[in-house]
């Protein structure tokens, strides 16, 4: 399974960014899909998380602000990222789980400065 995912950037504070992550190759039975960030010095924490059944769930940093959404015919997950804050200025990694096995995107960068 590969991962590619976009949508990162540089933003203001308050602004908004969509990010899209794309799982393709050896797609069989997705059975979740999410984002973890990890910013410098820090571990890499789940961002928000969303099952083959539609159930969600966020990081409590991020609740009210972030929505992750997933489209299963296109085996791509979303999240939008509204009011965004310094503190989420991270790299963000697009995760997919499948048979057991987790799988990694590459990663991209979202900034958050003025």
């Known amino acids: 399974v590969q991962l590619q995912a976009s949508g990162g950037g540089l933003v203001q504070p308050g602004g908004s960014l969509r990010l899209s992550c794309a799982a393709s190759?050896?797609?069989?039975?997705?059975?979740?899909m999410g984002w973890y960030r990890q910013a410098p010095g820090e571990l890499r924490e789940l961002v928000a998380g969303i099952t083959s059944g539609g159930a969600t769930n966020y990081a409590d940093s991020v609740k009210g602000r972030f929505t992750i959404s997933r489209d299963g015919a296109k085996n791509t997950v979303y999240l939008q990222m509204t009011n965004l804050k310094p503190e989420d200025t991270a790299v963000y990694y697009c995760n997919v789980f499948q048979l057991r096995r987790h799988y990694w995107g590459k990663g991209t960068q979202v900034t958050v400065s003025s």
């Open positions: 190759g050896y797609i069989f039975s997705i059975n979740f």
